[in-house]
């Protein structure tokens, strides 16, 4: 079920992307996932010192091939003090068909010493609003 979640960004299977079955290799796609996931992170708590801490079990529904066109959802489902957590999904763009599920992504909130900070959020933004001015400006 994409209940709630936001799908955001879109993939090709690629040759180099596949297993020796021919089918996608779920380490490409673990990497697809967390990469996306320190994104979303960032823009819910305005820092980009965020770490992952912990992945729930992965669940591969069904294998996506050379050609196919996927697509990556999250959601914040929990804001903690230091931490947020995050439900992934991923899905084939034509067919709708689930891919894979992670029903908890959990990143902290890392602050200039390194440790676990609070990041004073409880709910999910759906804009650029928690980004640091200076870095906003940078980029226009
Ligand atoms: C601004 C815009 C800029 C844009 C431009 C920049 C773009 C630039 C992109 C770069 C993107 C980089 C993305 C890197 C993504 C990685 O690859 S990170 C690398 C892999 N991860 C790591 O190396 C982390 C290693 N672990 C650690 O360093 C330590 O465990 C940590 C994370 C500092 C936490 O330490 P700790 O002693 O466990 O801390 P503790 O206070 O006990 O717990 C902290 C929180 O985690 C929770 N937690 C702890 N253990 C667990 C567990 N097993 N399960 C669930 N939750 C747990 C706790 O409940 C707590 O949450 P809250 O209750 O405070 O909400």
């Known amino acids: 079920m994409a209940k709630g979640i936001t799908f955001h960004t879109r993939k090709w299977v690629r040759p180099e992307d596949l297993n020796a079955n021919g089918t996608l290799f779920g ?4 990497r697809w996932i967390d ?3 320190a994104i979303y992170s960032i823009i819910q708590l ?3 010192h965020v770490v992952t801490k912990f992945m729930s079990e992965i669940n591969f529904i ?4 050379e050609g196919d066109l996927i697509e990556m959802g999250l959601t914040a489902i929990d804001f903690g003090r230091t931490s947020i957590t995050l439900r992934a999904e991923v899905r084939n763009i034509f067919t ?3 891919i894979l599920t992670i029903e908890k992504i959990v990143f902290v ?13 409880d709910h999910i933004t759906y804009t650029r609003d928690r980004i640091p001015l200076e870095i906003t400006k940078a980029l226009v």
């Open 27 to 30: 380490g490409s796609l673990l």
């Open 35 to 37: 990469e996306e996931a």
């Open 46 to 48: 305005g820092n980009k």
């Open 62 to 65: 069904a294998s996506a091939k």
């Open 96 to 98: 709708q068909e689930s």
């Open 109 to 121: 909130n890392i602050g200039e010493d390194g440790k676990p900070e609070p990041h004073g959020y």
